[in-house]
């Protein structure tokens, strides 16, 4: 099983912007699709959107309307695009495809 690797995050002001990245295998992303979730400390991973190898986007809904998927098969890479970020939205962000999990990446919204 080869890992997803996220990145991209970081600190941002509320009501900011942030853009991840995953890196992962076409394969096993053309087999599974992909899913971000995210994690605060003490917390039950959260699913925030998923992502099929045919395009197809689905989202939770307390970040419908703000989160935006999208994919560049020549790269293998998924994006997840975040506007107008919130404090309580601060978490541990991962990439998951098939069985395999990135090591996330912290995103920070300062009030």
């Known amino acids: 099983q080869v890992q997803p690797v996220e990145s991209g995050g970081g600190l941002v002001q509320a009501g900011g912007s942030l853009k991840l990245s995953c890196i992962y295998s076409?394969?096993?992303?053309?087999?599974?699709?992909m899913a971000w979730y995210r994690q605060v400390p003490g917390n039950q991973r959260e699913l925030v959107a998923t992502?099929?190898?045919?395009?197809?986007?689905n989202y939770a809904d307390i970040v419908k309307g703000r989160f935006t998927i999208s994919g560049d098969n020549a790269k293998s890479t998924v994006y997840l695009q975040m506007n107008n970020l919130s404090p309580e939205e601060t978490a541990v962000y991962y990439c998951?495809?098939?069985?395999?999990w990135g090591q996330g990446t912290q995103v920070t919204v300062s009030p």
């Open positions: 998951a495809v098939g069985h395999g």
């Open positions: 076409e394969s096993i992303f053309r087999r599974f699709g």
């Open positions: 992502f099929t190898s045919g395009g197809t986007a």
